[in-house]
């Protein structure tokens, strides 16, 4: 039999096992590089049961650091099922085995002795698991014997790194330790924080051009499927929700695309604490995206169905091109005065579209006691849309081009145009992301750098929100810089592993992205 099985073919391999006395034993993980520690993993969980299965976590799921798993899931899944000792393994659908366990309901669940103390575990899911395996009748076990990690292995080889990377890796772990990352971004949660910003609907449809239409010029494409997500302020006040236990959101949304809004937030977001403006609409992006083959014929020689969210077609959005009506406005600004002070951030994202003018943007400038400001451009504002509206603050996190753009250059040095926006803004922390070029940092006149730790990117957009949403609350208290450096690097580079907004980062991938950076 086929050692690769499916989730409900291990549920109905489980059951008949049970139905023949036999215990089957489950152990989890990624298994990255096989190595001889998950040889005696293997043996000393199966001494438990006579039937061992393994289930493995996505590629998608692995929060190891950058470019990992070193081997696809393809892969491991073939080198594991290849052990003797292994029966079956099974690829999970979910970054932790709660769900699993719960479905396939094997008799045991075996985890290493090093999470044996619950509170060692940032991810919190070995005691849901624990909780999941003993509602279905099993239990969980912990193996003795000696630890090895894939992880150390990996990384003390530079594998899956430009030598860039692997400067930097080196580096960084003479100012930061595993322990640090944890206690620093585990003390964000205290932070009380204000996001104000333009609400964004992203949509994506899928299709497959066709090709053009028989009597004009028009591209024929055959639609797939149509995904909506959070864009915008609402994606960026997701992304902090995991980090901080205390995050408000302000914004103006529209009364004319309000159902999209409500389906798009229903469970996330409190979007009766926005203000309504029912005569105009929230921006609305709608981007086309081909993926798959472009025929009827050539899908019939390949099914591959991959999405290229970089192959798009076409781009239509809704705005508020009107702007919004002044009385909206005004009741907007007076709640903002009124509450802005209370908070130890503020995190203004400014995409450009009529709901911070100069006004708003002094005040919010007079009254935050610690403001994070990013200032976008897009096609409904370019050139229009610049950060020098705003008289200061205290941390600016900007593409490189909407700073060039902000003084007309395209040929001074970064690093002039830095410190000018420093002077510009009163402003002693500068960060500018540069998509593959990774991101600089000026911080107290003081240049720092770090290159761009994903190789693969599956879609940019959304990167730079991920990199501002955990930077602006960890530049709070770093006066030093590497940590908000690091910490953005890593948000980013998770970001582009995300289709648009469609998941936020959570703490726990953040703190074991990191970890697993720097881990020896």
Known sequence: MNKIITIEQAKRIVEENRSNGLKTVNVHGCFDILHYGHVIYFEAAKKHGQVLLVSLTPDRYVAKGPNRPFVDENARLKYVSSLEIVDFVVL????????????????????????????????GKIELEKKAIEDVGGRMVFTDGEIYSSTKMINSWGA???????????????????????????????????????????????????????????????????????????AIKKHISKLSNCS????????????ECLNVNSHELKIDELHLDPLTYTPHKRRFISTGYSNSISKMLNSNNDVDTSNRLFEISFLPTDGFSKEIKSKF?????????NYDIVVVADFGHGLIDKDLACLICENANYLALNVQTNSANF???????????????????????????????????????????????????RG????????????????????????????????????????????????????????????????????????????????????I
Do not use: W
């Open 333 to 341: 600004t007076s709640e903002i005065e009124k509450r802005i002070k």
């Open 92 to 123: 999970n659908d979910e970054p932790d085995a709660v769900n699993f366990l719960k479905t396939v309901a094997p008799d045991v669940t075996a985890r290493g002795s090093e999470y044996l103390n619950f509170k060692d575990d940032i991810t």
């Open 160 to 234: 899956g790194l430009n030598n860039n990377q692997i400067a930097y890796r080196d580096s960084i772990r003479k100012t930061i330790s595993t322990s640090d990352i944890s206690r620093d971004i585990d003390q964000l949660q205290h932070l009380s924080v204000l996001v104000i910003g333009d609400a964004i609907i992203d949509e994506y449809t899928y299709c497959s051009c066709l090709g053009t239409v028989s009597k004009h010029s028009a591209i024929s494409a055959l639609q797939h499927d149509t995904e909506l997500m959070s864009g915008g302020i609402l």
């Open 383 to 433: 050139g229009f849309n610049l950060f020098t509206k705003f008289p200061s603050t205290d941390f600016l996190c900007i593409d490189e081009l909407e700073l060039r753009l902000a003084f007309s250059d395209r040929e001074t040095d970064l690093y002039s145009l830095m410190n000018k926006a420093s002077q510009t803004l009163q402003c002693s922390k500068v960060m500018v992301t």
């Open 248 to 259: 408000d959101l302000m914004s103006i949304i529209g009364g004319k695309n309000l159902t």
């Open 436 to 519: 593959r070029n990774g991101i600089e940092y000026l911080i107290d006149g003081n240049i720092k750098s770090v290159p761009a730790l994903a190789n693969i990117v599956a879609d940019p957009v959304g990167a730079g929100d991920a990199v501002l949403s955990v930077t602006s609350l960890v530049s709070y208290n770093d006066n030093e810089g590497d940590l908000t450096l690091f910490s953005g690097s890593i948000a980013g580079m998770i970001g582009t592993s995300i289709r648009g907004n469609s998941s936020s980062i959570q703490k726990d991938q953040l703190i074991k992205n990191m970890k697993g950076f720097v881990q």
